[in-house]
């Protein structure tokens, strides 16, 4: 049987030895992983003279596929402009950002919407979510203005993954913190976007609520193979990531 054919097979280390020789054996690597996000001496300032501000000061970042990074800094420190640049909600003074491909310099505002729409689900820490909608109504909500069809299959799976089943015709104003929190993290990966930006998602909630939280936001995007990106001034919440960067004046720290 084949199974019997694979159980004789002497061990990969060995398979590559006997198959190759040494110089072209040397050459044998594993695939590269791949960046999702690539941002390049991106530079933002506010404000001329004395009072300027550099809210980036020449950062350079690559974000791997499917990982969880986290960054952390002081208020003020540049981390939410620097998500803001990466979600295409604002546009550098210098350099460029790219995102799963598209190089998000010299898009025109409507260009950076589709992007928004398509490529980024957005998670925030005061939640938005629209209190006229229903539970059900606010996830699907990207996908209604995209005119998409849901995946019914999907929708079911990020519903259950997430505990809100029995909430659906429920309205954002019977949900706790911690229940908004969830809605809106269902809406962030309703339409399998790209990345996933996070900004503060446990600001609003108490300790044992956003440990909760942001428990069910790994786990989704580790199932759903997500590229998640929060910021947080939390180092306790950070190191649940899977790689911690620190933000300081502007500029990227080891």
Not at 105 to 115: C, M, P, R, Y
Not at 154 to 160: E, M
Request: neutral net charge; proline residues 4%; aromatic residues 6%.
């Amino acid at each position: 049987s084949l199974f019997g054919i694979w159980m004789m097979m002497p061990p990969r280390s060995l398979w590559l030895t006997a198959t190759c020789s040494e110089k072209a054996c040397s050459q044998v690597k594993e695939p590269l992983p791949m960046e999702i996000v690539t941002v390049h001496q991106v530079k933002k300032y506010f404000g001329k003279g004395e009072a300027q501000v550099k809210a980036l000061d020449g950062i350079d970042l690559s974000i791997e596929k499917g990982k969880f990074t986290a960054i952390i800094g002081a208020s003020g420190s540049g981390k939410t402009t620097l998500l803001n640049m990466i979600g295409g909600l604002d546009t550098p003074d210098a350099g460029e950002v790219i995102v799963d491909g598209v190089n998000l310099s010299g898009l025109k505002e409507k260009e950076l919407a589709v992007f928004r729409r398509n490529k980024v689900g957005f998670v925030y820490q005061n939640f938005n979510l629209i209190p006229t909608l229903t539970v059900k109504e606010n996830i699907l909500f990207p996908l209604s203005l995209a005119g998409s069809t849901p995946d019914q299959r999907f929708f079911v799976d990020v519903v259950q993954q997430l505990r809100l089943e029995e909430r659906l015709n429920a309205y954002p104003h019977e949900l706790s913190g911690g229940g908004q929190q969830r809605v809106a993290i269902a809406r962030a990966l309703i339409a399998k976007p790209a990345i996933i930006l996070a900004d503060e998602p446990t600001g609003n909630l108490d300790v044992k609520s956003g440990q909760n939280v942001l428990g069910l936001l790994k786990m989704s995007v580790e199932t759903y193979h997500q590229t998640l990106i929060m910021i947080t001034h939390n180092l306790e919440i950070a190191q649940m990531a899977d790689r911690v960067l620190r933000m300081e004046d502007g500029r990227l720290k080891a």
